[in-house]
């Protein structure tokens, strides 16, 4: 039996992925605790549309343009979408419940793993036994050993109902750390301030709210952003929000993914994203590991680079935004953000001439197989076909070959297809 632990849009994607692959599925998962509304782009949308997880989308998110105020300067940049979370996540359960997945709904109190699976206890229920285990229980998930960490962060999440008006949302830089707002038509409010652990100096839980309200008044942006109406409803949920990378992300009979296996700091806005990364090409790993167990080394190695690859690519754009922010070069959450994770471009310049073919892990026909492929140095992982035409190949045969010949056999699309890659390469015909 296979059970995944954890109703986010991980874990749901996971149980859809090995319910098209055949495989029945028990999906245990509480109610997350708190309300809230994150910001999400338009290709985050077509990702969960990809995954099949038609109705949360249905009626959980609205347009919104959002205002950036950063370095000093204010300008309104693309539209990005407000999923409303407790919505979102009714609708990921609707999914589910529809692609035939058994749901317990409960808390998981721990897992221990037996000689051959695991041991699921639950609150107030019998415990339940795993032949795989699916860790999808995002931030909440038990630490595995010492991981990679950034600069300890915190989220302070400030909701309340104001006056109904349209949907908005704003990010802006403050001398120590940064805040998002939104506002929705109905009237419902947030202020997510994101500080440093260790230098904010916050005030004990009983003056928190105040201490929130006090600074959220004293910005202009803010200020102008909420409007004078009152705060009804003041609530504030704590989160953490420190970048998390898990040291082991997957075993013999076990897989983590979403925020399980690594977290992102939210300034990037591609948390969802990222969690739908990883559990996308979970199924695979996961038919690999139960179908082909003499390729399990292979479906690890190719869940860990991946899983690691993006972190390291996210947070180095997350470092490049905190380094745009030049006013505060000295305050303590500005000096530890922008020089984390380390000092490596997050985009490398393409060089044609450094391209190398290896064998590599990809996914082919419903498994992780091994195949030729090109890396690159923005793709250390390689890159295996464009347009359904291998690239190995075809670097192979233009070391030694004009282009004419070496792509000799292409349709006209993937003529341009290929082109267009090499071209991007930095190849020069
Ligand atoms: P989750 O969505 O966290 O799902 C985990 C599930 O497991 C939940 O349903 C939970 O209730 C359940 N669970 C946990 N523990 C147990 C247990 N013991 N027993 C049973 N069930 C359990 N992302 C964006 O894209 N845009 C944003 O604007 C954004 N803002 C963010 C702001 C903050 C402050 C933070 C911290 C994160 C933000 N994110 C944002 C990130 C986003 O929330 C996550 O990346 C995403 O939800 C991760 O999905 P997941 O499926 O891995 O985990």
Redesign the pocket.
């Known amino acids: 039996m296979i059970v995944i ?9 996971v149980a859809l992925g090995l319910r098209t692959l055949g495989y029945s599925v028990t999906l ?6 708190f309300a ?5 782009s338009v290709r ?1 949308l077509e990702a969960l549309r990809g995954a099949g997880l038609h109705q949360a989308l249905a009626d959980a998110t609205l347009p919104s343009q959002r205002q950036v105020a950063w370095n000093g300067q204010q300008h309104a940049q693309n539209v ?1 979408f407000l ?1 409303d ?1 407790p919505r979102f ?1 009714q609708g ?1 359960r609707e999914d589910l419940r529809r692609a035939g997945v058994e749901l317990i709904e ?4 721990s897992v221990q793993a037996l000689a051959t699976g695991h041991r699921i206890e ?2 107030g229920r019998e415990a339940l036994l795993a032949d795989f285990l699916v860790e ?6 038990p630490a595995l050993g010492k991981g990679l960490r950034g600069p300890e962060t915190v ?1 302070l ?1 400030n909701r309340w109902q104001g006056t109904p008006g349209s949907t908005a949302s704003a990010v802006e830089s403050l001398e120590d750390g940064w805040a ?1 707002m939104a506002r929705r038509a109905d009237g419902q409010c947030y202020w ?1 301030w ?1 500080v440093d652990v260790a230098s904010a100096q916050l005030p004990g839980k009983a003056q928190l709210l105040d201490y929130c309200r006090q600074r959220r008044h004293g910005s202009a942006l803010a200020r102008e952003f909420f409007g004078l109406a009152p705060e009804v409803d003041l609530q504030l949920h704590a ?3 420190t970048a998390i990378l898990c040291p082991q992300v997957c075993g013999d009979n076990w897989i983590r ?5 690594m ?2 700091d ?1 300034l ?9 990364s ?2 996308l090409q979970a199924p695979t790993v996961i038919n690999t590991l139960l179908r082909k167990p003499e390729r399990a080394a292979l479906a690890q190695r190719f869940h860990q680079a991946r899983v690691e690859q993006l972190f390291w690519r996210f947070a180095r754009i997350g470092r490049d935004f905190y380094a745009d922010e030049q006013r505060w070069l000295e305050q303590p959450f500005w000096k530890a953000r922008r020089h984390w994770p380390d000092a490596q471009p997050a985009h490398a310049e393409p060089d044609f001439q450094a391209l190398r073919i290896e064998r590599a892990p990809v996914l082919k026909d419903g498994y992780v197989d091994e195949t030729d492929v090109v890396i690159t140095a923005d793709q250390p992982l390689g890159i295996w076909h464009v347009q359904g035409v291998e690239l190995a190949p075809v670097v192979r045969r233009l070391q030694t070959e004009p282009a004419e010949q070496a792509l000799a056999g292409l349709t006209v699309e993937q003529g341009r297809m290929v082109r267009s890659w090499l071209l991007s390469q930095g190849f020069k015909p």
């Not at 999808?136 to 998930?141: I, L, V, W």
């Open positions: 632990l954890g109703a986010g849009p991980a874990g749901a994607a245990v998962s509480e109610w997350r605790r809230a509304l994150e910001g999400v985050v990005e999923v979370r996540d990921l409960g808390r998981v109190l639950m609150e999808a229980r995002g931030r909440q998930a989220s999440l998002w997510q994101t989160r953490s929000s993914v979403g925020d399980a296996a977290a992102v939210p990037s806005g591609n948390g969802i994203f990222q969690s739908l990883s559990a």
